[in-house]
């Protein structure tokens, strides 16, 4: 199954690559990224005076013999940066070829190590219309087997209703970075989600992953067409003036869910399956 | 409406076997998409577009139900009748005259008759006799009572028009005795001339343009001492005066050239001076194109002919010898009864009251007044007889038999003679050829009658003559084309031949006694050639067409009108043809198909 997922070459190159994010974090471990916050780090930031309760360690001896007052020395503190991953594994992310599960999985377990490798905390989210598994605060690379044996132990069911489950997560941390990876087959309000995310101080990373399939379909006959996740069906009968219809749905669709991210300040990256894996991830990695 | 097939509507099981086949077809392939989100748009989208796509489906279905069904009907064959299509037996005429080959409706009258024809053939309920009857010069059944359409059209395709006028009347009894021996048969007359049947009613289908045309209507010669003058007669049958250019041609090359003011439904004579008379062919042309294209040549022959040498035989007979000096081309010499050793080298001999023993071989007879001879019996003698009209050539011209004869006798008409003159009490007077020699007797002595005192006796002469002396040039220097000409060669003659304008040489003789000739249904110069131990002699006469019956294109005018003003009850009526909806059917059939075509591959 590692082997389906991953190989040491693809683990290789990932280490190379490292999420740095544009936001600084307010609270949490030491990590990889600059925080707005001061604290004790190496890098010299302000002065301050002292009150009590304050650290002795942090007092600067130095300017007290100069002025005879006791000055706190404030560091720019680097912190650990909290990354959820919502990976959609409703029962239409298992279909296309090359399929959507795998490309996925293989996306959300590159960008989970990375993150793990910039010091960061990470919390994978397996969601369907509700969330089915997940892996929280994970920190360093040997977590990493975690969210391995997650990703590869994924069922792929149910409905998708990934907006109203992300509406309802429990960000435990503040800001944060929350990339999600789905079809976005589902009903509901796209904004929603959006909203939420953004109130929950989240820099989103939007990745629409589709199959060749449901970007081109090819279909030459008179079809039952079942809907993988419900059963339900529609009957058409193939001609020109469907493909071109099914064009200009697809079209708008996609065109609405960018536009909407991009009023937001949303990243929108578009995934097709046949991309390798390696041009996914760093299709996200250079958007951060 | 009526179907020729019914038996085609057992195809109509066609219609319920598409209906289980949709049905059948219904059950789609099973195909597993990630999700119906999109497609439940698309299948929106389609909807609200094309409000009629629910039906798309259905659509397709029937619109195949719509071609099975009009597939059906065409095989039943639909027929929309026409008044009197139901008849058994439908005899259609054909006009071939000349006048049809006029162009003012596009194609030929004659081609559109045809294609009319071919049409009314076609639409006739399957069984139906037709009898195909052209109508010429001559009027020819092509075709009896067949129902075979195939061999009708194909006899209808091979007819031609000809340049003769069209003999209605003919037609016109020949249909009647049809009519007679098969009642209701439909009458359908295609071309210009109408065909009137008493008690009949005739469809015409008139076929005419009103063409403009202009025409050599006449044409002719006479010897001066100053050449030839020629008069051509120039017909204008266009509905404006006219400026005509006319050219005169004399074997061949252009003598001279006018143009002739005509004014409309008018002739004009025109003169041509100054021919030389060593010629043998004249020939006036219209130089422009009209409807009809083949009047507007007239040809007129010249024969340079010699003076014929006639005998006659008598004791004293004033009267032939005055009426024979007045015959043009004769000349007479007169003998008595004992210079028997001069009877010969002579074109003519006339024996009166003298029939020898030994009768000339080189020449014609004529025998009045024969005693008992060889040659054919003498029964008896009769006085003041009653005579009756035969109808005979040599009474040609002549109204009413208001001569008497005193006492003539009675002849038996040998078998090659033919009777001329009967009495109450037998005949008086025979004709006939007897060993290539023309022969004509009468009974009676001219003094014993008062023929001579009445006018009719240079008209019987004249006649006589004709029929006497070879070659009469009176009438057969001009024939209208397709009639027969029945040449009068010369005793000694051995072969004869005919050359038409084409080149092409006709025996006409032997066998003897000569057949009449009637391939003239070329215009042009034909030459008689006549082979003899006195060498070869040429005789020269001209067909042409009729162009005084024929040219005037707009006389079926008149019939229209007529037609209108009287609405009698033999007035033609058009022509009904019914109506063959296959050909409509089947075309509606492709269109069907198309817009399936359309629809599977456009509208979803």
Known sequence: ?????????????????????????????????????????????????????????????????????????????????????????????????????????????????????????????????????????????????????????????????????????????????????????????????????????QEIYV????????????????????????????????????????????????????????VRGVNYIFMDTSFPAEKMVRMVVDRV | ???????????????????????????????????????????????????????????????????????????????????????????????????????????????????????????????????????????????????????????????????????????????????????????????????????????????????????????????TEKGITVLTGISNYSNADASVPVSLYVDGEVFDARNVEVKKGETANVYWNGVLSDIKLIEARIDIKDALNEDNRAFNAVNNNKEYKALLVTEGNVFIEKVAALYSGVELYKTGYENSDEWKGYDLYIFDGILPDKIPDDGNIMVFNPPKNKMFEVLGEVETPVVEDLGEDIFKYVEGFDFSIGKTKILKVPSWGREILRLKDGTAAFAGVHENMRVMVFGFDIHNTDIPLTPVFPIIMANSMDWLLPQSVNNAENVYADEGIEFNIGPKTEEAFIETPSGEEVQIAPPFPIRVFDKTDEPGLYTLRQKSEDGEQEFYFTVNVPSQRESNLMKGAEVENQNEDTDGENTPKPVNTGMNLQTIFLWLILIVLLIEWWVYTNAV
Not at chain 1, 97 to 123: F, H, Q, T, W
Not at chain 2, 34 to 44: I, N, T
Not at chain 2, 187 to 192: A, E, Q, S
């Open chain 1, 1 to 201: 199954m590692k082997s389906e997922l991953f190989d040491s070459d693809f683990l290789r190159k990932l280490e190379q690559l490292v999420i740095t994010s544009k936001i600084t974090l307010a609270a949490g471990a030491s990590g990889n990224r600059k925080s707005r916050a001061k604290g004790s780090s190496v890098e010299f930031s302000d002065y301050r005076e002292y009150s009590i309760g304050d650290d002795f360690k942090r007092i600067d001896w130095n300017a007290y013999g100069r002025f005879e007052k006791l000055f706190i020395k404030l560091f720019m503190e680097e912190r650990e940066a909290p990354v959820h991953i919502f990976l959609d594994n409703s029962k239409s992310m298992d279909w296309g070829e090359p399929n959507k599960s795998i490309a996925s999985r293989r996306l959300a377990a590159a960008l989970g190590y990375i993150s793990l490798c910039s010091y960061d905390r990470v919390s994978l989210v397996c969601l369907n219309s509700i969330v089915d598994k997940y892996k929280s605060d994970l920190r360093g690379k040997n977590s990493f087997s975690r969210i391995q044996s997650l990703l590869e132990t994924l069922d792929y069911s149910g409905t998708t209703d990934i907006y109203n489950t992300i509406s309802k997560y429990n960000f435990k941390s503040g800001r944060g970075i929350s990339i999600i990876i789905s079809d976005f087959f589902t009903k509901g309000n796209f904004l929603d989600m959006i909203n939420y995310l953004q109130f929950k101080k």
């Open chain 2, 1 to 223: 409406m009526t179907f020729y097939s019914p038996w085609a509507f057992l195809g109509l099981i066609t219609i319920p076997i598409i209906i289980i086949l949709y049905l059948l077809k219904q059950r789609h392939k099973d195909y597993t998409v990630s999700s119906l989100f999109l497609w439940e748009e698309v299948l929106k989208d389609l909807e609200a577009n094309a409000p009629w796509q629910k039906l798309k489906r259905n659509l397709l279905m029937i619109l195949q139900i719509i071609a099975a069904l009009l597939l059906v009907i065409a095989l039943a064959r639909p027929f929309i009748n026409a008044v009197g299509s139901g008849a058994e037996h439908v005899i259609i005429a054909l006009d071939t005259s000349l006048s049809t080959k006029a162009t003012d409706v596009g194609i030929s009258r004659f081609d559109e008759a045809k294609s009319r024809a071919e049409q009314l053939i076609g639409n006739l309920k399957p069984g139906t006799k037709v009898t195909l009857i052209s109508v010429g010069k001559s009027v020819t059944i092509e075709e009896n009572l067949s129902s075979n359409k195939g061999s009708l059209l194909d006899k209808l395709n091979k007819l031609k028009a000809s340049n003769s006028v069209s003999n209605t009347e003919d037609a016109e009894s020949l249909i009647a005795s049809i009519l007679k021996q098969y009642q209701g048969t439909r009458v359908v007359v295609f071309g210009d001339s109408p065909i009137n049947i008493p008690g009949t009613e005739v469809e015409f289908s008139y076929i005419s343009n009103n063409g403009d045309n202009f025409a050599v209507t006449t044409m002719s010669h006479a010897k």
């Open chain 1, 207 to 262: 990745c629409h992953m589709l199959a060749p399939e449901e970007i081109t379909p090819e279909i030459g006959m008179s079809l039952r067409l079942i809907d993988s996740e419900t059963g339900e069906f529609r009957d058409v009968t193939s001609s020109p003036e469907l493909i071109k219809t099914y064009r200009k749905v697809y079209n708008s669709f996609k065109t609405n869910i960018e536009d909407l991210c991009a």
